[in-house]
């Protein structure tokens, strides 16, 4: 089992262009969580994601920014038109089908925006 | 919506003490309290978990205690050593009740413990 896997690692954007970040799950993982982490900060929340489903994104700004997990493939999120202020840690973290067990986290994607 | 609450912000202490950390939550359906470890630069990473079933869980040096009357769950860390140096933080995850998120993780805001040799 490898793990929750992100990718790229790291990121370099220029200020208008788009970012998209991808999560792989666990195997046999259908719940997926993204959280923002500035410098110094704490675990943001941003979105939580079943199979096709997102289940709460009040933690995600409405413009911009986007997230899904389809039926196939990895789960992605996508942020347009970024801005220096985007620039942060962003993890994704995984759990069983169910939710209610062990999560477990990626290594996380660092973007930067010039 | 739920609240975790964690204190303190930073913590130093001396190779060999202990450590406390305390965390709060809100929502009385929560069952399911992890605790995550996160180096400088690394991911968070899980060290140890407890259910609202059992009132403690230990391992090794490791240990964490929920009070589910009070709402409120620590960690505890004993015989300290400099690699247990990084931020600890606490979550609980969402029962669907007090306008939480069903399954969605709440994580408090981070304890810096520093392990001074």
């Known amino acids: 089992n490898a793990g929750v896997m992100q990718n790229p690692r790291h990121l370099v954007r220029r200020r208008g262009q788009e970012a998209r970040l991808r999560c792989s799950p666990m195997k046999g993982h259908s719940h997926v969580y993204w959280y923002r982490q500035l410098p110094e900060e704490g675990l943001k929340f941003m979105v939580y994601l079943q199979k096709e489903n997102i289940i709460d994104e009040s933690g995600m700004p409405k413009e911009r920014f986007s997230a899904e997990f389809p039926k196939e493939g990895p789960s992605i999120l996508r942020i347009q038109q970024v801005v220096r202020g985007d620039s942060a840690a962003y993890f994704c973290?995984?759990?069983?089908?169910?939710?209610?067990?062990?999560?477990?986290f990626g290594q996380g994607t660092r973007l930067t925006v010039v | 919506g739920e609240n975790v609450e964690q204190h303190p912000s930073t913590l130093s202490v001396q190779e060999g003490d202990s450590a406390v950390i305390k965390c709060t939550y809100s929502?009385?359906?929560?069952?399911?309290f992890p605790w995550y470890k996160q180096e400088l630069g690394k991911r968070p990473q899980l060290i140890i978990d407890i259910r609202s079933n059992v009132g403690e869980k230990k391992d090794q040096r490791i240990a964490v205690t929920l009070n589910k009357t009070a709402k409120h769950f620590s960690l505890h860390i004993t015989e300290t050593q400099p690699e247990d140096s990084a931020v600890y933080f606490c979550?609980?995850?969402?029962?669907?009740?007090?306008?939480?998120?069903?399954?969605?993780?709440?994580f408090g805001r981070g304890t810096q413990l520093t392990v001074w040799p």
């Open positions: 973290a995984s759990s069983p089908q169910g939710g209610y067990t062990e999560a477990f």
């Open positions: 979550a609980a995850l969402g029962g669907g009740g007090r306008g939480s998120t069903l399954g969605r993780l709440y």
């Open positions: 929502d009385s359906a929560s069952n399911y």
